[in-house]
């Protein structure tokens, strides 16, 4: 298993670098109808930052919902398993195609695209994933 630093990392940089990509996209959509336009980097960066805060603590998640402590080595179950993976992302899926406000949008993102990270890190670990979370 990772140690919760390396999950809290690679989340928090996944989710940085996916809203420095949704930043630079759209600027560049109103940069189209507007080219004097500037890019707004205390934005950027603003929004940067809370993406690096939800995706490390979504990457640290599963650990904390099902610790090692408690339940042993063998602490993979439901939090960990491939069923929540596609729950999660099929939440967040229909919360994009809603009418729910954009910034909870956003850190739902960040925070699913952290679990997710966490959970790819731990599938090619000896251990692995389980389909279902049951023992």
């Given at each position: ?14 989710a940085?670098?996916k ?43 599963p ?13 993979r179950?439901?939090?960990h398993s491939?069923?929540?993976v596609?729950?999660l ?11 729910v406000?954009p ?5 739902l ?10 959970l790819?890190?731990?599938?090619f ?6 389909l279902?979370?049951?023992?």
């Amino acid at each position: 298993m990772s140690k919760g630093n390396v999950h809290f990392t690679v989340g928090a940089f996944a989710a940085t670098v996916k809203t420095i990509i949704k930043c630079v996209q759209e600027f560049n959509s109103k940069q189209v109808d507007n080219p004097d336009l500037k890019f707004d980097w205390s934005n950027c960066i603003l929004r940067c930052t809370k993406s690096y805060i939800i995706g490390g603590f979504g990457a640290c998640l599963p650990d904390k919902l099902e610790p090692s402590k408690i339940y042993g080595p063998n602490h993979r179950q439901f939090a960990h398993s491939i069923t929540m993976v596609i729950g999660l992302n099929y939440i967040n899926f229909k919360m994009k195609h809603s009418d729910v406000p954009p910034l909870f949008k956003e850190c739902l993102d960040d925070l699913v695209i952290g679990y997710n990270s966490h959970l790819i890190l731990d599938g090619f670990t000896p251990k692995s994933l389980p389909l279902l979370g049951i023992k």
